[in-house]
């Protein structure tokens, strides 16, 4: 009947903000349209593998058989994403996610390095860049499984296609050309990846809880740049409480495990501090996530969804010389129909 149609898709949790490919809709022909941000920042210490280290470390160590002339401050980045999402049968619903990622980063000379005169950096000392534009695009099918009171499981198939930009140049100035800029200020992977997830969730009452497994696997050995972005996999669980019949918060913790990027520029870069090594990218994280998701239980405004959540760093294990990561914030809104 309607009515239940009606209630059941109206109490179905979702799950914390952060989570990507983490619910399906439930009748043939449902639409959904959503708006998803996520804000990361990075700050504070440089690190190698767990621990702090020193400026003269860095510079010896951080470039090679080359010294570091400068290091990260911080590192601020924004992604907006479109969500798209509709269900042309009951187990399948399909999803399009284009996305415009926007970053900035200040760079910091290290104390104790012998910096390049020609360089194009030093005569602005601690120079700050910016990029922003396209990223890459995902399209997935996610596919139900199990669908039975209280449980649910799904299965994602998703690609990412290379739409994102990896060929961003630091912008010239008193005409030093820097080359291009650091890997982790391209606005994409380069590559056609595949992102694949498995999501469980279930309710009883006023509690919620889930687990996803999700990973992404670079489907070429390099991009027109010349390296290609490590692969990655995550392992996610959460458990929610209803605060009110709309209000749902949760606590999540989540290990990520990342790879190194794979080889290197093929064109010029000025190779001036860790972020320009390939090998100083990737790691182990263990994060905890504390969110609250609200539904809009009726009147003009049902449909509505909106969700938050803080993602803590707990422990860092980087690859070779990085910043410190210091939290993301994730927020969600979808109106289905």
């Not at 959503?34 to 593998?49: A, C, K, V």
């Amino acid at each position: 009947s309607t009515a239940h149609t009606h209630s059941s898709l109206h109490h179905h949790k979702i799950p914390p903000a952060t989570v990507m490919f983490g619910h399906m809709l439930d009748k043939p022909g449902d639409f959904m349209a959503g708006y998803r941000f996520m804000y990361q920042w990075t700050g504070g210490n440089m690190m190698h593998g767990a621990h702090k280290v020193s400026d003269q470390a860095i510079v010896d160590q951080g470039c090679g058989n080359k010294d570091c002339q400068f290091a990260p401050q911080f590192m601020d980045m924004r992604m907006h994403m479109v969500d798209l999402m509709y269900a042309p049968t009951k187990w399948l619903n399909v999803m399009l996610m284009p996305t415009f990622m926007d970053m900035d980063m200040n760079l910091r000379q290290l104390a104790g390095a012998r910096v390049d005169a020609s360089g194009a950096h030093s005569h602005h000392g601690a120079a700050g860049h910016e990029s922003g534009a396209v990223g890459d695009t995902y399209f997935s099918s996610l596919i139900k499984l199990l669908d039975i009171p209280g449980h649910r499981v799904h299965v994602n198939l998703g690609f990412s296609a290379p739409t994102g930009k990896t060929d961003i140049k630091i912008r010239r100035s008193f005409n030093a050309d820097g080359g291009l800029i650091h890997f982790g200020m391209q606005l994409g992977s380069g590559t056609w990846d595949f992102t694949p997830s498995l999501t469980y969730l279930g309710e009883y009452n006023r509690w919620s809880w889930g687990t996803q497994i999700s990973g992404i696997k670079r489907m070429e050995d390099r991009n027109q740049s010349g390296y290609r972005l490590g692969d990655m996999f995550q392992a996610t669980g959460w458990g929610g409480m209803d605060l009110a019949r709309w209000l749902t918060a949760s606590v999540r913790g989540v290990y990520t495990w990342q790879d190194a990027i794979h080889r290197d520029f093929n064109q010029y870069n000025a190779r001036i501090g860790p972020m320009d090594f390939s090998r100083n990218y990737g790691g182990q994280f263990w994060d905890m996530g504390f969110g609250v998701n609200a539904q809009i239980p009726g009147g003009r405004f049902a449909g509505n969804r909106l969700g938050i959540e803080w993602v803590q760093p707990i422990r860092s294990d980087f690859n070779g010389y990085q910043l410190n990561r210091q939290g993301m914030l994730s927020a969600t809104w979808s109106y289905q129909f």
